[in-house]
């Protein structure tokens, strides 16, 4: 699909709900790929970061890291962990590697360009198990190696918005396939702007687990 | 087009407003539920920190810094046990949330029992701290280090089993450690007197444990457990029974 399709967002069906200024805004083209854009950066610098650290903690394993603040906040303390090389190299290198990709994308379409289908279906699949990943790890980090990394959070955060507005333009320009009363659905659903309530619970949520968990060590 | 049909149009454009008004209903509804989780998260996360700020207040003593060397130790992080005059000295460095160090003991603790008793022997024990990012923010190694320290000071008899006694009731590596209550009743079983039991939530010798780690950390140990006999690092496999007390023996032969 070469042109953008007329999805049902387009379509001058009788939607009972007037569209709202809030969606308008967030259905435009600019809002959809500069947040992209500005959270897959995000994500590529704490990746950076995080790799440099990584062959630091390779040289020296007590290496002082910048973010090593106190028992709770401390990159070493993750970084050392077996979960942070999963796949037999430090998980920040795949940041390094998939998040130009996610650049490359949100550049390309601020540009104009429209990607086929099924290109943005393969998007859509590879940063969903990107974001499965990112929050494997995040609970990890919490529950098991008991320790925060400010530039972890960070990737955790960055990827969530990502993912959320890969999300959202493939159900906005109806990418997925999805069988049409799920699409339809799903339209409605991001036309009332619920998809952002989710999200907004959802970042709040984690917040609120993270205060809980670490609120003590973090502020006493 | 006929009376019927446009009765049958106007009762379907009936239906659908219907529908729709009953559509925006529903939608105002999960928006305002929705509002409401949100306040209701933001409350929440307000609560908690203002609760954790609170709770930071009252919690034990902080770590002043200050370094009280316990009686029976010494300002280089050692605790002797033992017979003074046992022709081996046997330098032990730990950490009491450290897996391997764990294993080191239920290897060894038994054969080193053995040579205290019969005064082949004397261990300087050298608990440090360096693992304390390993129990979810509870510094467990700071605690189980102070509390022995502690029974050093007031009942250094009762350090060994005390010692032992910890390990043999080791927290996973990354849970939260035992709580301060489970050590205090360790150490009761193990014979440590309650007024000396007391001392554990003053932290007194919190400064100390940091201080000795440092110190072990600049004078070149490289993990834990290192042991040392007569002050040369022993090389051999301190996991199974047997290289470690051959090693101590023939240096007391040496003697």
């Not at chain 1, 290496?63 to 401390?74: E, T």
């Not at chain 1, 795949?94 to 650049?103: A, K, N, Q, S």
Request: aromatic share 10%; hydrophobic share 50%; charged share 20%.
């Amino acid at each position: 699909m070469t042109d953008r399709a007329v999805g049902p967002a387009d379509d001058p069906v009788d939607d009972p709900v007037a569209e709202s200024w809030l969606h308008r805004v967030r259905d435009s083209n600019a809002a959809v790929w500069v947040t992209m854009l500005v959270s897959s950066v995000a994500s590529l610098v704490a990746s950076f970061v995080l790799s440099i650290d990584a062959l630091r903690l390779a040289e020296d394993p007590n290496a002082d890291l910048g973010c090593n603040i106190n028992a709770v906040i401390s990159c070493g303390t993750v970084a050392n962990s077996w979960q942070s090389s999963l796949l037999g190299f430090p998980n920040a290198f795949l940041g390094l590697i998939t998040e130009p990709v996610v650049i490359t994308i949100a550049v390309a379409s601020l540009a104009g360009v429209r990607f086929p289908r099924w290109f943005m279906v393969a998007a859509q699949v590879v940063y969903t198990i990107g974001f499965v990943f990112a929050y494997w790890l995040f609970y990890e980090a919490m529950f098991d190696i008991g320790a925060l990394c400010p530039w972890c959070l960070l990737v955790t955060f960055a990827t969530t918005l990502v993912f959320f507005e890969m999300t959202y333009v493939n159900i906005r320009d109806d990418n997925l396939r999805l069988p049409r009363r799920v699409q339809a659905a799903m339209t409605s659903f991001i036309r009332s702007n619920l998809d952002l309530m989710v999200l907004v619970v959802w970042l709040l949520v984690l917040l609120l687990a993270v205060v809980l968990k670490y609120g003590e060590a973090l502020f006493a | 087009m006929s009376k019927q049909g446009r009765a049958r149009t106007q009762e379907m454009r009936k239906a659908q407003q219907e529908a729709a008004a009953r559509q925006a209903r529903n939608r105002r509804i999960v928006t305002v539920v929705g509002a409401v989780v949100i306040v209701g998260l933001l409350v929440a996360i307000v609560w908690a920190v203002v609760a954790a700020t609170r709770g930071g207040d009252d919690k034990a003593p902080p770590a002043s810094g200050k370094v009280v060397v316990p009686a029976n130790g010494n300002a280089s992080g050692a605790v002797p046990v033992g017979e003074p005059n046992a022709p081996v000295t046997v330098e032990i460095y730990y950490d009491y949330m450290c897996p391997a160090c764990g294993a080191f003991e239920a290897a060894n603790g038994g054969e080193l029992d053995r040579l205290l008793e019969d005064g082949t022997a004397r261990i300087e024990l050298r608990p440090i701290s360096f693992l304390d990012e390993q129990s979810s923010g509870t510094e467990y190694s700071t605690r189980a280090a102070n509390a022995f320290a502690t029974v050093a000071d007031g009942a250094p008899d009762s350090a060994w089993d005390f010692h032992a006694a910890l390990y043999a009731h080791q927290p996973k590596e990354g849970s939260k450690g035992l709580s301060d209550d489970e050590i205090a009743s360790i150490a009761k079983d193990a014979g440590v007197p309650a007024d000396v039991v007391d001392r554990f939530g003053d932290r007194t010798f919190v400064g100390w444990v940091g201080s000795v780690t440092q110190k072990a950390f600049d004078s070149g140990i490289q993990g834990t457990p290192t042991v040392k006999i007569d002050g040369e690092v022993f090389t051999g496999d301190v996991y199974s029974v047997g290289p470690l007390t051959q090693a101590i023996e023939s240096a007391a032969g040496d003697q």
